[in-house]
């Protein structure tokens, strides 16, 4: 059977995780930077968390890991 469009589209390429994983990465500095600028401790904290999250989402994706590539045996 030959292969479709439908069953590669799973299939991820080098470029697109660089894409997205330093986008993600970006994102996170952006929030980090305006994150220093709030005058509310509370406020710096939460954007930093979710920072960092995203830090780590773009990391993620950069390596392959789990949630974007396959799942350790």
Known sequence: ??????SNRHKDCMPCRLVSGLGVIGMGVYIARHAQKRPN?????SMLTVAAAAGGIGVARLLDVYP??????
């Open 68 to 73: 974007f590539g396959e799942k350790s045996p």
């Open 41 to 45: 401790k509370f406020g710096r904290y």
């Open 1 to 6: 059977m030959t292969d479709s469009v439908v």
